[in-house]
């Protein structure tokens, strides 16, 4: 089982690997026409169909992810366990390509444009590295659970953790306004940030414990 483990985040380490190298790519393409100097805020108006584009590349990007998972994983949580791991580790791959090709970003703190879909999310590159590393964490825990036990999440807990990613979004929208009025984000609410990714980390930590403990007692 442990060996079926290893082969399976090999392989989705190597998919991400790529995946984010791909992403890493596209930006160094649109950077160079619109940023030559480098990126930076207010952000560079661009073509309205360049825009749309860029949507519906960002769409699609999701639907491959969530398509690999539907072909790799046959149950729910397992197919979770398989996408956060996909696209944690693809956002890390992408800005360490970033850093190898642009040499950028200079700092973990420089902001950047993290989606567009349904508004622009921007933050300082910090916070969806620490997202990125917590679905890993969570999704290797996961993968390795033994798949004929009972999972862990009820569907209370699922319904706390989408509250929490949805509280880490609101930090990510919140310069929405800034970048309608073509002014350059100061102002990054790292405390909204913190009560959704303390929430999410704790209550899957405390989920998880809690888990450990019936399935130790069941076995007795």
């Known amino acids: 089982m442990q060996h079926e483990h290893r082969r399976l985040l090999l392989w989705l380490s190597l998919f991400s690997l790529a995946f984010g190298y791909i992403e890493a790519a596209v930006v160094v393409y649109l950077r160079e026409p619109y940023y030559p100097g480098g990126f930076h805020f207010p952000l560079v108006a661009i073509p309205v169909r360049l825009v749309w584009t860029e949507v519906i590349r960002e769409a699609t990007t999701l639907l491959l992810l969530f398509s690999a998972t539907m072909l790799i994983a046959r149950s729910n949580l397992r197919r979770f366990a398989v ?10 791959v992408y800005y360490l390509s970033l850093k190898l090709l642009l040499d950028w970003p200079v700092s973990i703190l420089d902001w950047d444009v993290l989606f567009l879909i349904p508004l622009p999310w921007t933050a300082p590159i910090l916070a969806p590295v620490l997202v990125s590393l917590a679905l890993i964490v ?3 825990i996961l993968i390795r659970l033994p798949e004929d036990q009972p999972p ?3 569907p209370t ?4 953790e989408i509250l929490a990613g949805v509280v880490i979004i609101a930090s990510f929208l919140w310069n929405v306004p800034t970048l309608s009025a073509q002014e350059v984000p100061r102002y990054y609410p790292w405390w909204l940030f913190t009560i959704g990714f303390l929430i999410g980390v704790g209550w899957f930590a405390l989920r998880l414990i809690h888990h450990r403990k019936e399935t130790a007692a069941a076995s007795r």
């Open 83 to 92: 996408f956060a791991f996909c696209f944690g580790t693809w956002d890390l």
């Open 138 to 140: 969570a999704a290797v």
């Open 152 to 154: 862990p999440f009820r």
């Open 157 to 160: 807990d699922w319904l706390i």
